[in-house]
């Protein structure tokens, strides 16, 4: 069984999952009465928000993952075990993990955010896959430079033409951002690369159900990001809803009306579902959980019964002023360090005030020198949003030489038009390849 190695005094503190949620509140306890341990599956801490630039070939996995143990290096009150999470005792007030071993808590925080949701439709993942983890990245990364590839090779025009085309599924920030970056790649990065196909005729369709893009941004965004985005000749589909996946393309209703879109390149930046430790959560204690399956807590974050477990990030459900908590980064970050304060507080017999969200306001970027910013009441697109999204997203990144690496690389890539991580790599990446006949 695994036990903190502290002292018999200490509370002990379990967070499970080294996202945003996870690791801030792990950085923000500052007790000697606390000994913490972060269970994750995996070793290191993803920047999210930045998956889209591995899968479009801008950066390299490691530019935006730091190691759990280099980043908490420092704290020697924190262990950090690599492991899975497969049940919960309650009563007993312990993990087991798949390995079979347990680790017992005084305190509970669980923070394993969400997976894609196909709404139904598992079969639509094996040709559309979403963007929640390294491997995604890199697998849409080598789908969409393979199509380049299929294209140069192919024997028609109607196979080149599929393989020249992209269809994003959600308008949401992914989903503009994926199209956006592939608008520049295969109009820019691309265009000097190939002989026998002009990149630049490429299509991408985004498709979005709602009847906007951006629709957790004001009206006056959405319309700017939909301008921007046709300037760089996406074609957008609002009031959309698919209707079908397969291998050579999507299918799609608008206002009663079928269209099918033939691609051979399908992402899927859509719904959401939360972590399956919600549910697990809700076997063993009752709770009760929202439609996307995440866990409805107390305004303290807390389970109702089960005050010494605490649930963060995407995998909460819950509001402030009757406004629902947005499933972003920053709403993790905050959840992660009230749940610190909220714990420290208890050991010293303090109250604490209900969780608030603090919205500092949203972003989105469309491509070089394009996005959409909102800021309290200011609402800003164009160069300057642009010039924010990257000031904030370096300020936000974990490790002082990950920011390095990122500024460099986006001012190289910014002058030469350039993608340097273009890799097509994984285990199937020699055998998709269609050879020259």
Known sequence: MLQHLRGMNTHRVVIVGGGFAGLYAAKSFRSKDVSITIVDRRNFHLFQPLLYQVATGALSPGE??????????????????LGEVTDIDPA???LVLADGSQIAYDSLLIATGATHSYFAHPE???HAPGLKTVEDATEIRARILLAFERAETAATDEERRAHLTFAIVGGGPT???VAGALAEISRDTLKHDFRNIDTASARICLIEGS???LHAFDPASSAAAERQLRSLGVEIHTGSTVTAIDADGVSFQHEGAETRVNAKTVIWAAGVQASPLGKLLAERTGVSLDRAGRVIVEPDLSL???REILVAGDLASGSTNGKPWPGVAPTAMQHGAYAAKLIVNRLRDRTTAPFRYWNKGSLATIGRNKAVAEVGSFRFSGIFAWLAWLLIHIFYIIEFENRMLI???W????FTFNRGARLITGPDAQHQAKPHS
């Open 92 to 94: 007993a007030r312990k």
């Open 64 to 81: 935006i993952a730091s190691p759990l143990r280099y980043v908490l290096r420092n704290r020697k009150e924190i262990s950090v075990v």
């Open 124 to 126: 639509w993942a094996q």
């Open 411 to 414: 001012a190289y890539d910014y």
């Open 304 to 306: 109702p019964g089960h």
């Open 211 to 213: 009847p906007r893009l």
């Open 175 to 177: 989903g503009v951002e």
């Open 407 to 409: 500024v460099f690389q």
